[in-house]
Nanobody, 123 residues
Framework: QVQLVESGGGLVQAGGSLRLSCAAS????????MGWFRHAPGRVREFVAG????????YYRDSVKGRFTISRDNAKNTVYLQMNSLKPEDTAVYYC????????????????WGQGTQVTVSS
């Protein structure tokens, strides 16, 4: 079992940056592959980025490659999403998620979810 709480969202102008954090409870955080998803109005929840349990591998959807960076600090039970060069199309509620799968990019593959944090990018 793991509980997740996101933070760091807000309003930013296009081209700006935000760093999202996801704090996890429990002492087994390092076992989990972690992911970030986002849900914008009128769209389905979509995969943004993922990171394996030891941070050795990261995965991104094509539209954020080169702009977003996912990282984790297992000692702090925290995963981060650094978002640079933000675009209005990045506006969404961002969720962190956890799974015991080694790799996962689909909503159904994740067992645990946070409540989300709003990211709004203005033109």
């Amino acid at each position: 079992q793991v509980q997740l709480v996101e933070s760091g969202g807000g309003l930013v102008q296009a081209g700006g940056s935000l760093r999202l954090s996801c704090a996890a409870s429990g002492r087994t955080f390092s076992r989990y592959t972690m992911g970030w998803f986002r849900h914008a109005p009128g769209r389905v929840r979509e995969f943004v980025a993922g990171i394996t349990w030891n941070g050795g591998n990261t995965y991104y959807r094509d539209s954020v490659k080169g702009r977003f960076t996912i990282s984790r600090d297992n000692a702090k039970n925290t995963v981060y999403l650094q978002m640079n060069s933000l675009k209005p199309e990045d506006t969404a509620v961002y969720y962190c998620a956890a799974t015991l799968r080694r790799t996962a990019m689909e909503v159904y593959e994740h067992e645990y979810w946070g409540q989300g944090t709003q990211v709004t990018v203005s033109s």
